[in-house]
């Protein structure tokens, strides 16, 4: 009777074993798959950053440029210190031609639209749209006195207005 015991306590350790073990692989195996989840996350992160940059690099070229017409149409970046990347679409939606400026002054606002992919690791992608007003320079200008007669600040050359900005969903 006793190695009838012991035969039955060998197979009902192995058992409590055998239960353990997968207890451990399954708890491993959701560890596994929450790191991978947590590492999708980082990248669409980083990819939203990467459209951010390229928003921004947008931006520094419209101001750097001589008139609204000369601002390239497509930008190519990568984002410094990492290999995520952006592409960026600008547009010149129109120009504006009365803005409340001082007397004297003879400037329009150039309409842009500007739309930035970024891309990270793993295909993470993502994408933003910003609309933005530069002041500029121009001959037909159709001024409008600032505030006391308008409740809207002076604009001047150079000044540069975000007008929105939205992320979009990535095809």
């Known amino acids: 009777m006793i190695a009838t015991q012991r035969g039955a306590t060998l197979a009902v350790g192995?058992?409590?074993?055998?239960?353990?073990?997968?207890?451990?692989?399954?708890?491993a195996?959701?560890?596994?798959?929450?790191?991978?989840l947590a590492q999708d996350e980082a990248f669409r992160e980083n990819a939203a950053t990467a459209a951010s940059a390229g928003i921004?690099?947008?931006?520094?070229?419209?101001?750097?440029?001589?008139?609204p017409a000369s601002v390239?149409?497509?930008?190519?970046?990568?984002?410094?210190?990492?290999?995520?990347?952006?592409?960026?679409?600008?547009r010149l939606a129109g120009v504006e031609t009365s803005l409340?400026?001082?007397p004297g002054s003879r400037v329009v606002?150039?309409?842009?639209?500007?739309?930035?992919?970024?891309?990270?690791?793993?295909?993470?992608?993502?994408?933003q749209r910003a609309d933005v007003m530069w002041v500029v320079d121009s001959g037909d200008a159709?001024?409008?006195d600032c505030a006391p007669l308008v409740a809207r600040r002076c604009l001047a050359?150079?000044?540069?207005?975000?007008?929105?900005?939205?992320?979009?969903?990535?095809?």
């Open 14 to 27: 192995l058992v409590l074993l055998t239960l353990v073990m997968l207890l451990g692989l399954a708890g």
């Open 29 to 36: 195996s959701a560890a596994h798959v929450e790191r991978l």
């Open 56 to 67: 921004e690099m947008a931006i520094r070229t419209i101001v750097n440029s001589s008139d």
């Open 72 to 90: 390239p149409r497509n930008l190519a970046g990568r984002v410094p210190g990492s290999r995520d990347t952006y592409e960026v679409s600008l």
């Open 100 to 102: 409340p400026q001082a």
């Open 109 to 127: 606002g150039a309409h842009f639209d500007i739309v930035s992919t970024g891309t990270g690791a793993r295909h993470a992608a993502d994408r």
């Open 142 to 144: 159709l001024p409008v």
């Open 157 to 171: 050359r150079g000044m540069l207005e975000r007008i929105s900005w939205q992320r979009v969903a990535v095809e």
